[in-house]
T-cell receptor, first 112, second 113 residues
Framework: QKEVEQNSGPLSVPEGAIASLNCTYSDRGSQSFFWYRQYSGKSPELIMSIYSNGDKEDGRFTAQLNKASQYVSLLIRDSQPSDSATYLCAVNRRGGADGLTFGKGTHLIIQP | KAGVTQTPRYLIKTRGQQVTLSCSPISGHRSVSWYQQTPGQGLQFLFEYFSETQRNKGNFPGRFSGRQFSNSRSEMNVSTLELGDSALYLC????????????FGPGTRLTVT
């Protein structure tokens, strides 16, 4: 079982719609969860972090965490063509000195 | 604030050689982590440094090593390069001390021929 799993996509969403990206993780001890956006040829950019169950909103982005189901999601409202990128889910498996474990990413395409 | 900087941005080396990559974290950040990104394996954790001490290491051979200086700048070294070491090497900095939000630099693209 992979530690952090994402659907590789591509996920195609029309402009203006809501894009929903999902991620599951295997380690129940995971404490910190992050979403990164990576444009082709660029490095990952942190867009959201979430640490407790529930929703966290930042502009057009909402991160959702359900630790019981070991599930993290990212919603992008009013999707724009500029949102087209690969979205990486990352998990900090322990609260201390441990690196982030990344999923392989979901390729999102926003169709004008 | 300036972001994370990495040098060099591109590097071409020959099998058997060694290479040193450099990373300067965001001002005030004391933790530096290194990752390797390849199309097949994705982003994989190499190691993390905080206050000049390696806090944790990923599942990579001993040919991969690193260090951190008193100004938080970090270097990683890969010895006896193999073709499979061709990758994008990313450095990320964070405040440390439990703050796990990591900010990535632009990366160093290493090609081994």
């Amino acid at each position: 079982q992979k530690e952090v799993e994402q659907n590789s996509g591509p996920l195609s969403v029309p402009e203006g719609a809501i894009a929903s990206l999902n991620c599951t993780y295997s380690d129940r001890g995971s404490q910190s969860f992050f979403w990164y956006r990576q444009y082709s040829g660029k490095s990952p950019e942190l867009i959201m972090s979430i640490y407790s169950n529930g929703d966290k909103e930042d502009g057009r982005f909402t991160a959702q965490l359900n630790k019981a189901s070991q599930y993290v999601s990212l919603l992008i409202r009013d999707s724009q063509p500029s949102d087209s990128a690969t979205y990486l889910c990352a998990v900090n498996r322990r609260g201390g000195a441990d690196g982030l474990t990344f999923g392989k990413g979901t390729h999102l395409i926003i169709q004008p | 604030k300036a972001g994370v900087t990495q040098t060099p941005r591109y590097l071409i080396k020959t099998r058997g050689q060694q290479v040193t990559l450099s990373c300067s974290p965001i001002s005030g950040h004391r933790s530096v982590s290194w990752y390797q990104q390849t199309p097949g394996q994705g982003l994989q954790f190499l190691f993390e440094y905080f206050s000049e001490t390696q806090r944790n290491k990923g599942n990579f051979p001993g040919r991969f090593s690193g260090r951190q200086f008193s100004n938080s700048r970090s270097e990683m070294n890969v010895s006896t390069l193999e073709l499979g070491d061709s990758a994008l090497y990313l450095c990320a900095s964070s405040l440390g001390q439990g703050n796990r939000e990591q900010y990535f630099g632009p990366g160093t693209r290493l090609t081994v021929t």
